[in-house]
């Protein structure tokens, strides 16, 4: 599927996981506009599948599979960088709020639970789960910061011109 999908794209949550319908397409990533505002102006997508499934308990759900590297501002050093979202999650689908706030949070299935119903946005409930996988605080995954505290620590050093006329002669050999 070569097509975006849009900000009007419906499913019917219980007839997705009924039917086992899979799911799977692109999408932009500043279509999304809570996404758009956490990160920088990108012309990068998500790669989204959403499987429909009925869990052996019987509760209607899906898998969704995401894909994504998500442009993010280094808390530390306040320069650009790429978040990658590989993520894979259960959904279980709730009629209603009150039914989703009745099922007890369960740490070993890692199931989440989203609000399914016949009319389910597709843009909004992936927004959400890319909106979770973000850093609460985005950083470089290298020491980022040390590299640009270390000139700072090395000024006051008094310089010594001998040493630079020996680099200037250094220079010259090569
Ligand atoms: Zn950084």
Redesign the pocket.
């Given at each position: 599927m070569s097509e975006y999908l849009k900000s009007t794209d419906y499913v019917n949550a219980y007839d997705l996981a009924r039917d086992r319908r899979v799911i799977s397409g692109k999408v932009r990533l500043t279509d999304m506009p809570r996404l758009r505002e956490e990160i920088c102006p990108t012309d990068a997508e998500c790669v989204f599948e959403i499987k429909g499934m009925t869990a052996k308990k019987g509760w209607p759900g899906a898998v969704m599979t995401l894909a994504a590297k998500v442009p993010l501002i280094?808390?530390?050093?306040?320069?650009p960088?790429e978040f990658p979202i590989e993520s894979d999650v259960l959904f279980r689908f709730a009629r209603d709020e009150k039914e989703a706030d009745s099922i007890p949070i369960d740490d070993e299935d890692d199931t989440e639970v989203v609000v399914g119903s016949e009319k389910l946005n597709l843009m909004e409930w992936i927004e959400e789960e890319i909106l979770l996988s973000l850093p609460y605080v985005p950083?470089?995954d290298y020491a980022?910061?040390s590299d640009i505290e270390a000139p700072k620590q090395e000024e006051p050093k008094k310089e010594n011109p001998f040493a630079k006329l020996k680099d200037l002669q250094g220079l010259r050999k090569n």
């Amino acid at each position: 599927m070569s097509e975006y999908l849009k900000s009007t794209d419906y499913v019917n949550a219980y007839d997705l996981a009924r039917d086992r319908r899979v799911i799977s397409g692109k999408v932009r990533l500043t279509d999304m506009p809570r996404l758009r505002e956490e990160i920088c102006p990108t012309d990068a997508e998500c790669v989204f599948e959403i499987k429909g499934m009925t869990a052996k308990k019987g509760w209607p759900g899906a898998v969704m599979t995401l894909a994504a590297k998500v442009p993010l501002i280094c808390n530390h050093c306040g320069k650009p960088m790429e978040f990658p979202i590989e993520s894979d999650v259960l959904f279980r689908f709730a009629r209603d709020e009150k039914e989703a706030d009745s099922i007890p949070i369960d740490d070993e299935d890692d199931t989440e639970v989203v609000v399914g119903s016949e009319k389910l946005n597709l843009m909004e409930w992936i927004e959400e789960e890319i909106l979770l996988s973000l850093p609460y605080v985005p950083v470089h995954d290298y020491a980022c910061k040390s590299d640009i505290e270390a000139p700072k620590q090395e000024e006051p050093k008094k310089e010594n011109p001998f040493a630079k006329l020996k680099d200037l002669q250094g220079l010259r050999k090569n």
